[in-house]
């Protein structure tokens, strides 16, 4: 959505509230920012802009004779600086579990790249220069050259980079820049770009959610603030722009929206919203355990989606009945080499013994687009989202797509697990990967190594193509699970992460709503399972129409599941019918959303008290003059 449009009526001003010691006094108005929500949960607390306070080093010269021993000291630093992240990797573990941690090691193994050190020591050999100039020279360019491209993926990294070239530059100087030590409690930081170790290292009883100008959903600081828990907004484009220190400010972890100086309807309600969210956890515990039936005794599924095994207690607490999603791809994007089979294995068998019986549907690894691959090509593509992602990428990288596939199958020896591929447009790519499957399977019988020869294999339906052909696709897979995040923006030409275009990206375009049901009829007219696993199925009003248009398996987000069981439980099929055949007989997305808006409020009013905020469209609330 264009930031333009979040804007409130520039003519409501509203009074700035006492912003402590940093406050100023004079009036503010209301702003309204969307960016990337990367880390679930809404907090209300006080702006901390974090500068960029980047060390000025000058080109210090030294005398050739001296030279040597600047590589020395340049070599004791890089030591030390590898010590220093086992140690950061081991402290981060214990709290945000082993796979998210390894984006430690992942710097670990930038400093042992060549590529990144060899200029260092050219430099200071070749110019006679301090190795404090070489390194922030030298991994100064990179960044720079990084955040130019184009592509997210390449972005994404600069933070790890300028991370890394403030852990080497301590290690030189002996000085240690820590500008958080002194931060109030109920502080939100702000800031033009986090890096990892600066999102690890808040005081988390101080520092309650942080949100930044730049960043995307893949980054190694969204992955750090899931695993910790932390409310992040990134992407957010002019925040610090407009943030001022001890001013007001709400992070909408959920749906991706800062408020700066709120006025006084919407702190209530988003007080509300907050105190919805925690009285539904207070009480996850009390109905956690029974299952999502309607009024008339229908059972709907609930799975959770997941990217790391850690997350696993915390779905099942929520009350999520299996995980219906496992996005196997941020096994890569925390390591700084491609994981072994075992690394797969080790993964794998973890969920299988944390969910002890329940179901598992692992996907196959969706690189490519804004993830990973894109950082391993000399040209990058020039239209990621249509290129060499996901399946395709695979079944080019044979190797390594019989690598994951071998884990996953020695997995299913130890539990329920089916396999999932995603992006499936064709069905001679769909063939082709099963064959691969049959190939692992053939060496694994030769080994004599134990597997289950009747895992279930199943498709994302993600891709317009495939939800037109979905007939012909059932007839060849065991089950088909709804990718509606990809969905939505192949069908309506809409690219999920450029939020320019984010108000056009519409789960509820009738487009969209005939592929999902049109899928779900063809997947019963074949009998196999259907489910489904984008955003969509966690939005309570949307889930509505989906159980109407015959789904019985929804994957949602972790925090999604035990509001989403309890308004299954508040309502019967056959409403949920009723307001789906209505909805199909709309020809607009703002038809259906006012449609839904109004039904779902009156079918089952106790889902949606206190979500007023959750609900409303940024900008359109009611004048907070
Ligand atoms: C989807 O596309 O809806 C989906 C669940 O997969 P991802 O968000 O990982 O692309
Ligand atoms: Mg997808």
């Known amino acids: 959505m264009d930031q333009e449009t979040l804007r409130y009526d520039p003519e409501s001003q509203v009074e700035a509230k006492p912003t402590g010691p940093l406050g100023s006094e004079r009036t503010r108005r209301m702003e309204i920012l969307k960016g990337i929500p990367v880390s679930q949960g809404i907090v209300i607390g006080r702006v901390y802009v974090l500068d960029a306070d980047t060390r000025h080093i000058g080109r210090h010269h030294i005398r050739r004779d001296a030279i040597e021993a600047e590589l020395n000291r340049l070599d004791v630093a890089l030591k030390q600086a590898r010590e220093e992240l086992a140690g950061v990797f081991k402290d981060a573990e214990s709290v945000m579990g082993e796979e998210a941690a390894k984006v430690f090691l992942f710097h670990q193994g ?41 592509d997210l993926a390449f972005r994404s990294k600069v933070n790890d980079l300028e991370d890394l070239q403030e852990r080497i ?48 959903k893949t980054s190694h600081t969204a992955i750090v603030a899931r695993a910790l828990g932390t409310p992040a907004v990134v992407g957010c484009q002019t925040l610090t722009r407009l943030a001022t220190d001890g001013s007001t400010i709400i992070i909408d972890g959920e749906r ?25 956890r207070v009480t996850v515990g009390d109905d956690a355990r029974l299952p999502a039936l309607t009024l008339d005794k229908v059972h709907v599924q609930v799975l959770g989606n997941i990217e790391f095994s850690d997350e696993i207690p915390s779905l099942l607490e929520q009350g999520g009945e299996g995980v219906g999603l496992y996005r196997t791809e941020f096994l890569y994007l925390t390591s700084s080499t491609e994981p072994t089979e075992e690394d797969h294995f080790t993964a794998y068998a973890r969920c299988v013994k944390l969910l002890n019986g329940r179901p598992l549907v692992i996907r196959t690894v969706d690189l490519g687009a804004d993830k990973y691959t894109q950082e391993r090509t000399d040209v990058p593509e020039r239209n990621p989202f249509l290129g060499l992602r996901s399946i395709r990428y695979c079944l080019r990288s044979i190797p390594m797509f019989k690598t994951q596939l071998r884990a996953i199958l020695r997995a299913s020896a130890l539990g329920p697990i089916k396999v999932m591929f995603p992006l499936i447009t064709t069905t001679n790519e ?29 498709m994302m339906v993600e891709v317009p193509a495939a939800a037109l052909m979905a007939d012909t696709f059932a007839r060849e897979v065991d089950f088909f699970s709804i990718g509606t995040n990809d969905l939505i923006q192949y069908t309506l030409a809409v690219d999920r992460t450029n939020e320019r275009v984010a108000g056009m990206y519409n789960p509820l375009n009738p487009a969209v709503l005939r592929l999902i049901r049109d899928t779900v009829r063809a997947a019963r007219r074949h009998e196999i399972d259907v489910s489904l696993c984008g955003e969509a199925g966690g939005d309570l009003e949307i889930a509505l129409l989906l159980i109407g248009m015959g789904l019985r398996t929804l ?12 308004l299954i439980r508040g309502v019967s099929l056959t409403q949920c019918e009723r307001l789906a055949r209505k909805v199909f007989s709309f020809d607009s997305d703002v038809q259906v959303a006012a449609y839904l808006r109004d039904r779902a409020r009156k079918i089952v009013p106790e889902a949606f008290d206190g979500r007023s905020v959750d609900d409303a469209e940024p900008g359109s609330g009611s004048d907070p003059a």
């Not at 260092?120 to 360019?141: C, K, Q």
């Not at 063939?431 to 691969?436: D, N, P, S, T």
């Not at 499957?437 to 895992?455: A, S, W």
């Open 430 to 458: 769909l063939r082709h990967a099963k064959l691969v499957v049959h190939d692992v399977m053939e060496d694994l019988e030769e080994e004599g190594i134990p597997f289950d020869r009747n895992v279930k294999i199943g």
């Open 169 to 216: 530059l301590t290690h030189l100087t002996g000085e240690r820049r820590c500008q958080l030590a002194q931060v109030p409690a109920g502080t939100v930081v702000v800031a033009r770009d986090l890096t990892p170790t600066q999102a690890t290292s808040f005081d988390r009883t101080r520092v309650l959610a942080f949100a930044t100008d730049l960043g995307g």
């Open 110 to 150: 930038m400093l042992g790249d060549k590529s990144l050190i060899g200029p260092i020591r050219l430099m200071i050999d070749a110019e006679s220069v301090s190795a404090e100039y070489a390194v922030s020279h030298v991994l100064g360019e990179w960044s720079e050259r990084f955040g130019r491209m184009p």
């Open 256 to 280: 991706g929206v800062v408020v700066l100086d709120p006025n006084e309807e919407t702190l209530d309600d988003y007080r509300a919203a907050i105190k919805k969210r925690q009285q539904t």
């Open 555 to 566: 994957s949602v987000t972790g925090s999604a599941v035990a509001p989403l069981k309890r």
